[in-house]
């Protein structure tokens, strides 16, 4: 079965840079969500998009952003980057109805560094 | 705003019972979720409760109490594999779940 696909994988950048993360979700789910997770931390949710419309926003940084484009898939575009912001970042997407399944599918995340 | 609160650490051996449990504060709540995560790896859904009572899905099951704002995972026939974190989330809005802080599972032999 299809799964979500996230690329690159790894990253490597330096401070103050700017990097692009991005994530192609499961045909037929129909919202997208960003997740970041620091070394054993917990998945902080950054923020969301149903049918290419951001449906809702956490923690992420001002210097973050994100789209879905028309093909469903999304981008989270990072700049300025901090040391902090090495951390895994996940990308996941559901069926309609999370309410009701409360079943999210990830990605196998992409692995950012920051030097 | 939301917190989750459950225990860090859990030890056992093979072929016991294990519970974590999950206390939630939160604004808005439609059911509580609980996924694996290997180290390095993705977090993998689990089970969903969005009513109260049990779920049961082969040697795992999940709990709630919507008026206590509990929940619990038991982890039954503990396998070495089992060694992994587990997180309960909450879907406050119907629209993205907010995770705890996980609660690590060390299994022996």
């Known amino acids: 079965a299809a799964g979500v696909i996230q690329s690159p994988r790894h990253l490597i950048k330096e401070k103050r840079e700017t990097a692009t993360l991005k994530c192609y979700p499961i045909?037929?789910?129909?919202?997208v969500y960003w997740y970041q997770q620091g070394p054993g931390q917990d998945p902080q949710f950054l923020i969301s998009f149903y049918e290419k419309m951001q449906s809702d926003k956490g923690s992420i940084p001002d210097r973050f952003s994100a789209q879905q484009f028309s093909d469903y898939h999304s981008e989270l575009n990072m700049s300025s980057l901090e040391l902090g912001d090495s951390a895994l970042y996940f990308c996941?997407?559901?069926?309609?109805?999370?309410?009701?399944?409360?079943?999210?599918?990830f990605g196998e995340g992409s692995r950012l560094t920051v030097l | 705003g939301q917190s989750l609160e459950q225990p860090s650490e859990v030890t056992a051996v093979e072929g016991a019972i294990v519970q974590i449990n999950c206390t939630y504060q939160?604004?808005?709540?439609?059911?509580l979720s609980w996924y694996q995560q290997h180290d390095g790896g993705a977090p993998t859904f689990l089970s969903y409760?969005?009513?109260?009572g049990l779920e049961e899905t082969g040697r795992f099951s999940s709990f709630l109490s919507r008026s206590d704002s509990y929940g619990y995972l038991l982890l039954q026939e503990l396998q070495m594999k089992d060694s992994a974190s587990y997180f309960c989330a909450v879907n406050q809005a119907g629209t993205a779940l907010i995770f705890g802080k996980g609660t690590t599972l060390s299994v022996s032999s």
């Open positions: 045909p037929r789910h129909d919202t």
């Open positions: 939160t604004s808005g709540f439609y059911g």
């Open positions: 409760n969005g009513l109260d």
């Open positions: 996941a997407s559901s069926l309609p109805g999370l309410r009701n399944t409360g079943e999210l599918f």
